[in-house]
């Protein structure tokens, strides 16, 4: 291995952050082959020893490299993975870390492009040490205000993207189009949480998601929302039966199960809280009003 890479060190946690914050805002899109890529948030991510990130989805692309530790990907299959383990999920693909063999630090990078290309999940994810000198540079340059550095900042975040999409063939071949801005950090755990209306997650989950601290995560979205993440959450999942009951003949069990909740008891109870009527009643309802 370059000697350069044994000796790498990270900057501590607020400092990383920091340098991570003030990268997504210089660098809000990029272009490669022709296309423009919105890039939503890089942040660094520190998973404990022991901790498990339950399985979940996002409306967009989610870049993983592994700067220190191990982990295991269980995912399609389990695979150890040390630094330089490189990961690219697309939209809507499920996936999960499981019990560190040590604690490990991740650089996430969430970004969006159209058209879609599709990411397919190989048999072993590549593992590239050499990635992370260009990663190491992108942080440094974060860090230092020097002359041109916001051209450097967008360059080297165009190569550490242009290398992740390697694993989804990349480039494309159609034409691109126009890609909307990203959108506010609340609206993208709104999108979060109707992504995974299945899964079971919890606080902790989303605020990993996020970012910040579960603390931090409950405070601002009240301020923006007026109501606490989780009824939030809550009133997603039945608004959602609602549809499905109204909707499709699906019974309640499967219904029930669709929206994260998995005792047909339990779903029918907090459904006639929330709305006041039984799923039955309301399902006869509604259909008779059409």
């Known amino acids: ?40 948030d890089v942040a660094p991510n520190f998973i404990q020893l022991g901790h498990r990130v339950r399985e979940h989805v996002h409306s967009f692309y989610e870049g993983h490299i592994l700067l220190t530790g191990s982990a ?28 560190p063999e040590t604690p490990c630090l991740r650089l996430l990078v969430w970004f969006s492009m159209e058209p879609a290309v599709a990411v397919p999940r ?25 002359p041109g550095w916001q051209d450097r900042l967008r360059a080297r975040l165009t190569t550490v993207v242009s290398r992740l999409l390697t694993i989804a063939n990349w480039p494309p071949t159609i034409a691109p189009t126009h890609v909307l801005p990203p959108p506010h950090p609340v609206a993208g755990i709104d999108q979060f949480l109707r992504d995974n209306l299945a899964r079971p997650l919890i606080l902790s989950d989303i605020a990993d998601h996020a970012g910040v601290s579960q603390r931090s995560l409950c405070r601002q979205f009240l301020q923006m929302k007026g109501v606490t993440v989780m009824e939030y959450f809550f009133t997603l999942r039945m608004d959602r039966a609602a549809v499905l009951l109204s909707e499709t003949d699906l019974p309640l069990s499967e219904i029930a199960e669709q929206v994260g909740v998995l005792d047909t008891s339990y779903f029918c109870k907090r459904f006639r809280s929330h709305f006041h009527l039984t799923p039955g009643v309301y399902r006869q309802q509604s259909r008779s009003q059409l």
Do not use: S
């Open 122 to 146: 190989p048999t072993q994810w590549p593992v590239w040490p050499d990635l992370l000198w260009d990663v190491a540079l992108l942080l440094d340059d974060a860090g230092r205000a020097h």
């Open 72 to 99: 295991k990907y269980l995912t399609g299959g389990e695979q150890l993975m040390g630094p330089g383990g490189t990961l690219l999920h697309g939209p809507h693909t499920p996936h999960t870390w499981q019990e």
């Open 1 to 40: 291995m370059d000697r350069r890479l044994k000796n790498l060190e990270w900057p501590p946690m607020p400092e990383l952050r920091r340098r991570c914050r003030l990268l997504t805002r210089t660098v809000p899109a990029i272009t490669l082959g022709g296309q423009r890529l919105v890039i939503h």
